[in-house]
C-alpha cells in the first residue's frame, strides 16, 4: 500500500469517525427526550409556517450580507470581481461546507475559484477569504463576549452553562492573543519558530505576502469598519432567524434570551469537532437553552432547522458547482480532485481553516 493511499484511508477514516460523533450525539439527545412530544412540537410548527418561511427567507438575506462583505475586501485588495461571479462562488463554498468532509472545505473552495477569476493570485485570494474569517470570527466574539459580562448572572446561576462560557471565555482569548502577535509581528521575529518560517524557501514568501495582505487592513479602517457592521448585521439576522424558528416551536423566550445563547452556541460549534458541527450544535442548544427552561424536544428541533436552511442552501451552490464543471470541459470527480490537489497545497503553505461558521 503506497503513502498516498495510507493518507487518504486515514483521512476517510478520520471523516467518517467524525460524522459518526455527530450523529451519535444527536442519537443521544434523542434517547432521552419523549419521541412523541417531539413529533407533537414538529406538528405543530407546521401550523406556524408563516415563522418558518421568515426565518429561511433571513437565512438567504444572511447569505446575501455575507456575499458583499466578502466582496468589498476583494476589491480592497485588488481583486476585482462581478457581484453576481461572488455570491456563485460563496453558494459553492455553501455547498462544500455542508457536503464535503475532506481537506476541501468551503473557505478553500471559495479560495481556489477566486484565484480563477482574478489571473490566478492565489496568495491574495486566500488572504480575502482569511481575513473575511477574521473579522466574522471578531465581531462574534464581541457579541459573545458582551453578553457573557452582561448576562453573567445567568451562566453563574446555572451549573450546566459554566463550561461552555469558560470555553467561550478561552476562544476570546486565543483571539486577541492571534491578533496582537498577528498586527506586533516584530516583536516576536526573534523567536526561532518565527525565524525558520520566515527563512523557509517556500513558506517564507507566502506568509509574508499573507501578513502584508492582512496588515494593510489595519490601516483601512473605512473597510474594516464597514465589514464589521455588515458582520454585526449578519450575526443579528442568524438571532432573528432563530428566534423566527423558535416562534414555530412555541419557544417562549425573549430576544435577549436568544441574543445570550446563540453568539456562544455558533463559535463553540465552529470548532471542528465534526463536519459542519453537526451534534455539538445540537447538544449546545439543548444544554443552554435547556437553562433558559426550554425543553430538549423544543431546542433540538430547533438547532436542526438552522442547519437543514443551511443545507437547503447549500444544494443552490451544488447546482451552481456542476455549471462551473460543465463550462470548464470537465466532469464532477475531475474537478474535485484538482481542486483538492489546490486545497492540499494551499493547506500546506497558509494554513488556511477548513469550514467554520
Known sequence: MTSAMKKTIKKISGNVLRLGLGIGIIIYILTKINLGELLEVLRQSLTHWPWLAIGTAISAVSLLAGAERWKIILDAQGLKMARSRVFC????????????????????????????????????????????????????????????????HFYISHWTTHVPALLM???????????????????????????????????????RRMLISIYLYHRRWKVLLKTALI????????????????????????????????PLIISLAA???????????????????????????QAL????????????????????????????????????????????GENRQVGVAGPHE
Open 271 to 297: 470548532i471542528p469537532i465534526t463536519p459542519g458541527g453537526l451534534g455539538v450544535r445540537e447538544g449546545l442548544a439543548v444544554t443552554m437553552l435547556g437553562a433558559l427552561g426550554v425543553s430538549a424536544h
Open 89 to 152: 462562488i460563496t453558494l459553492i463554498g455553501q455547498f462544500f461546507n455542508s457536503f464535503m468532509f475532506g481537506s476541501t472545505g468551503g473557505d478553500l473552495a471559495r479560495a481556489y475559484y477566486a484565484a480563477k477569476e482574478t489571473h490566478h493570485r492565489k496568495t491574495e485570494a486566500v488572504a480575502t477569504v482569511v481575513i473575511d474569517r477574521m473579522i466574522g470570527l471578531v465581531v462574534l466574539n464581541l457579541i459573545a463576549g458582551i453578553m457573557l459580562a452582561a448576562r453573567y
Open 169 to 207: 471565555l478561552g476562544m476570546i482569548a486565543a483571539t486577541v492573543t492571534a491578533l496582537f502577535v498577528i498586527y506586533n509581528i516584530r516583536l516576536f521575529k526573534g523567536w526561532r519558530i518565527l525565524r525558520r518560517i520566515e527563512h523557509h524557501p517556500k513558506l517564507g514568501p507566502v506568509i
Open 301 to 344: 428541533p430547533l438547532s436542526l432547522m438552522i442547519y437543514l436552511v443551511s443545507v437547503l442552501m447549500s444544494l443552490f451552490g451544488g447546482l451552481i458547482f456542476l455549471g462551473y464543471t460543465a463550462g470548464a470541459g470537465r466532469t464532477v470527480h475531475e474537478e474535485i480532485v484538482e481542486l483538492e490537489d489546490q486545497a492540499s
Open 231 to 262: 458582520t454585526l448585521f449578519i450575526h443579528t439576522m442568524i438571532i432573528i432567524q432563530c428566534y423566527c424558528f423558535g416562534r414555530s416551536l412555541q419557544i417562549s423566550m425573549t430576544i435577549l434570551d436568544y441574543f445570550t445563547v446563540i
